[in-house]
């Protein structure tokens, strides 16, 4: 039998709904450790729970511990395979961190429930027992981080949340999932183009998010300019443009040397230097902001923030947000 080490930290998929209030919080106990003599029909598993948090609550502290977690496991040998549940709040971001910071052909899966443990149709444990059986599968592995959810398998790179509430919520616009779960069988589409990984030991690094919107002035630029950030995300207009009011708040930042990330409020295609008119593509480029390559802004602050761990070369950043 395959070994699979569990790693829980909360979310809905850990919680219970009130029957009068409806309302959805943690437990003590988690759920899904009352299906562990199921689970264990399937694969040798380890339970780790680090933490039992909502993912809103989760931050660089916790992406850190799952991935210190993983990487001992990995040193010591014999594990074939990891599932973690997550709130879906922040899944993205967490699977995006482990995605680009853990090197292993080791299938690594994350998931989650939007129902919670106790409500009709709870989503909870079948997605938990779905993701066991993907871990376990022998083509689960080279392929990244893996998000299941709904009889899907993503990528950590393309998927996002994309309803408050559905329970086909989790989607990768313009690509689609890389596989399906059957009732019989794991379906594999295609192999994912994987990223550089960038191997990193701790998140010190204050990047922000900014998004644009049409009469947006520099207010918000100047601000974030006396405050002492590493590095700033904007999730510009359309194709790569902003608002012409911004342009000295923007100017500020790269005056301070701050690194600036475009990317899209669109959730389709890439940005690109196109546009020359004021605040205009082809300006942003020319000030030195650096042109993502079709992530959201959630992931490119991600990725923002580990980059400025490993160095400040504009340059380098640049080519892996090209990658
Ligand atoms: N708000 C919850 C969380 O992210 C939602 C969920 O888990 O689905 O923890």
């Known amino acids: 039998m395959k070994k699979i080490v569990v790693i829980l930290t909360g979310g809905t998929i850990s919680m219970y709904e009130d029957a009068n209030s409806k309302s959805v919080k943690p437990h003590l106990s988690n759920p899904l450790l009352d299906k562990a003599d199921e689970m ?14 909502p993912s809103p609550h989760i931050t660089p502290k916790e992406m850190l511990q799952i991935k210190k977690i993983i990487d001992r496991y990995l040193e010591k040998g014999g594990v074939d395979g990891f599932v973690i ?28 429930a939007m129902r919670s443990s106790n409500e009709i149709g709870t989503d909870g444990f079948y997605n938990f027992l779905t993701s066991i059986r993907t871990a376990v599968h022998d083509q689960a592995k080279s392929k990244g981080v893996l998000v299941v959810l709904n ?50 030991k701790e998140l010190t690094k ?36 902003l ?28 940005v690109e230097d196109i546009y020359a008119y004021e605040g205009g593509g082809v300006q942003l480029k020319q000030l030195g902001i650096i042109f993502s390559n079709g992530l959201n802004g959630q992931k490119a602050r991600i990725k923002l923030q580990i980059a400025l761990e490993k160095t400040n070369d504009l ?9």
């Open 40 to 53: 264990e029909k399937m694969a040798d598993i380890i339970f780790e729970t680090p933490f039992n948090l």
């Open 315 to 323: 340059k380098k950043i640049e080519s892996w947000f090209h990658e």
């Open 243 to 270: 608002p012409p009011m911004c342009l000295p708040g923007v100017k500020a930042l790269l005056d301070k040397k701050i690194p600036i990330v475009l990317v899209s409020r669109c959730f389709n295609g890439i």
């Open 151 to 200: 009889d899907e398998i993503h990528t950590a790179k393309n998927v996002t949340k994309t309803h408050t509430s559905n329970l086909s919520t989790f989607q990768s616009p313009q690509y689609g999932p890389i596989g399906i779960v059957t009732k019989k069988e794991i379906v594999f589409h295609y192999q994912p183009k994987l990223e550089s990984k960038l191997s990193i």
């Open 85 to 112: 549940t997550h709130g879906t709040d922040t899944l993205e971001e967490t699977a995006y961190f482990l995605n680009l910071t853990i090197e292993t052909d080791v299938p690594i899966i994350i998931t989650g």
């Open 206 to 241: 204050r990047v922000e998010l900014v998004k644009a919107y049409a009469g947006m002035d520099a207010s918000l630029f100047y601000y974030l300019s006396q405050m002492s950030i590493d590095g700033l995300v904007i999730e510009a207009l359309g194709q790569g443009n």
